[in-house]
């Protein structure tokens, strides 16, 4: 990788996130009415909507008000949760390490199992192991989260009694959401691995490298899937960014004290600085991921070249 593209790279990821910052902060702002009355209800008073107007700033001009937000910013202040009473930052980062483990799991699940799938549907193409895969794929795609954590909690923690229903605390705990979220994500990533495998399959260096007499096992593992792994690379990184933030549904039917269901508590309390501050850790997530993604692509394929 070199040097000019790490450069412009960051430069446009400092630019993005630039614009995520000016989205973020008109959250606030599309708020119909007065926003520090929206936040404390109807049941607040002159004096404390008035007090919380001047603590947030929004009696000040709109510029002045952007311009303050992104000098907090920059000095790693969010805000202060309206609920909590503490910065918003740590309220995140109580949340944070919940996420993370349940998406580390999930995607650990994904990998093991989507990858696999994909590649043994493209080697069976046209036959009864590749329907059935593609056909438990797109279903896994098309079953809603809350239906088949429903159906997990009423099986596994109401029937069988081998694992809790919901909460936090153990390994018994993470078994229901991180399956839950591992289903859903599993298809894609079986159908775009089946995609790009056959796509590599009919090329000529893999009929070479058989011709040649090596294992099958060989040609599929170092010729085909490390080449068929780019694109994947990219719908990976992705799916692991949507896996940390993007688990509201699954989080709120387990009760699992993440990021997703935070933010659901936050916007029925209107607690907008919490939502402001996860929308803005989560944009930038994304950004460095994709970085990440950007990185990983030479070291797959000798063939890919910054510019």
Same mark, same amino acid.
């Given at each position: 990788m070199t040097t000019d593209y790490v450069l412009r790279r960051a430069a446009q990821s400092a630019i993005l996130l630039f614009l995520v910052t000016i989205v973020v902060f008109l959250i606030l702002q599309l708020v119909p009415g007065d926003p520090a009355t929206v936040m404390l209800g109807g049941q607040a008073t002159l004096n404390e909507i008035e007090l919380l107007r001047k603590q947030m700033g929004l009696d000040r001009p709109l510029v002045e008000q952007y311009l303050r937000y992104l000098a907090g910013i920059l000095?790693?202040?969010?805000?202060? *949760?309206?609920? /909590?009473?503490?910065?918003? $930052?740590?309220?995140?980062?109580?949340?944070? #390490?919940? *996420?993370?483990?349940? /998406?580390?799991?999930?995607? /650990?699940?994904?990998?093991?199992?989507?990858? !696999?799938?994909?590649?043994?549907?493209?080697?069976?193409?046209? @036959?009864?192991?590749?329907?059935?895969?593609?056909? &438990?794929?797109?279903?896994?795609?098309?079953? !809603?989260?809350?239906?088949?954590?429903?159906? &997990?909690?009423?099986?596994?923690?109401?029937?069988?009694?081998?694992?809790?229903?919901?909460?936090?605390? *153990?390994?018994?705990?993470?078994? &229901?959401? /991180? $399956?839950?979220?591992? $289903?859903?994500?599993?298809?894609?990533?079986?159908?775009?691995?089946?995609?790009?495998?056959?796509?590599?399959? *009919?090329?000529?260096?893999?009929? @070479?490298?058989?011709?040649?007499?090596?294992?099958?096992?060989?040609?599929?593992?170092?010729?085909?899937?490390?080449?068929?792994?780019? #694109?994947?690379? @990219?719908?990976?990184?992705?799916?692991?960014?949507?896996l940390v933030g993007g688990a509201v549904v699954t989080e709120t039917v387990f009760g699992w004290p993440g990021i997703g269901s935070l933010v659901v508590n936050a916007v029925y309390q209107r607690d907008y600085p919490v939502v402001q501050g996860v929308v803005l850790l989560l944009a930038a997530a994304f950004v460095m991921i994709n970085f990440v993604v950007d990185s990983l692509y030479a070291a797959l394929d000798p063939r890919v070249v910054y510019v």
């Open positions: 000095h790693g202040d969010l805000g202060l *949760s309206i609920r /909590a009473g503490i910065p918003v $930052l740590d309220y995140i980062g109580q949340r944070l #390490p919940a *996420s993370l483990a349940l /998406a580390s799991v999930a995607f /650990a699940l994904v990998l093991v199992v989507g990858i !696999p799938a994909g590649v043994l549907a493209s080697v069976k193409s046209g @036959t009864v192991v590749d329907h059935v895969v593609m056909t &438990m794929a797109i279903l896994g795609q098309a079953v !809603p989260a809350f239906w088949l954590g429903l159906l &997990m909690i009423i099986l596994f923690a109401v029937r069988l009694r081998v694992l809790p229903p919901f909460g936090f605390g *153990s390994s018994a705990h993470l078994v &229901m959401p /991180a $399956l839950t979220l591992a $289903l859903l994500q599993t298809g894609l990533v079986a159908r775009v691995t089946r995609s790009e495998m056959l796509g590599v399959l *009919s090329q000529d260096y893999i009929r @070479t490298a058989r011709a040649k007499g090596l294992l099958e096992t060989r040609v599929i593992a170092k010729h085909a899937l490390r080449n068929a792994l780019i #694109p994947l690379i @990219t719908v990976l990184g992705i799916q692991f960014g949507t």
